[in-house]
């Protein structure tokens, strides 16, 4: 089991940034794993953000393209989220996760992910 710790929410205004982090603890490097980056608003369907696969591939979706950027740190097991020219509707709790198996599996099954972090609240208001 990993434990997923993430930081780095707060407050913003419209067209700032903000970029979260993810550790993970006790992560195994010789397995195929998926992170990834979630948001949920109170009342709606939790939303995929990014992900990013031990085969070094990372993606975000199409709602954050281009303000968004993921990375994983190999090194560090470390999970990032680059968050720039925020919106309001980008406000959320902001939650990461691990499985361990290739995202492209994770996509094709439609899984959840079996490993979640507490989160951390973004809130972006003027």
């Known amino acids: 089991q990993v434990q997923l710790v993430e930081s780095g929410g707060g407050s913003a205004q419209p067209g700032g940034s903000l970029r979260l982090s993810c550790a993970a603890s006790?992560?195994?490097?010789?397995?195929?794993?998926?992170v990834a980056w979630f948001r949920q608003v109170p009342g709606k369907k939790r939303e995929r953000v990014a992900l990013a696969d031990s085969d070094g591939s990372t993606s975000v979706e199409d709602s954050v393209k281009g303000r968004f950027t993921v990375s994983w740190d190999n090194a560090t097991n470390m999970l990032y989220l680059q968050m720039n020219t925020l919106k309001p509707e980008d406000t959320a709790m902001y939650h990461c996760?691990?499985?361990?198996?290739?995202?492209?599996?994770?996509?094709?099954?439609?899984?959840?992910?079996?490993?979640w972090g507490q989160g951390t609240q973004v809130t972006v208001s003027s």
């Open positions: 006790t992560f195994p490097y010789d397995n195929y794993y998926c």
């Open positions: 996760a691990a499985e361990f198996v290739p995202c492209k599996v994770i996509i094709e099954t439609r899984a959840d992910f079996a490993n």
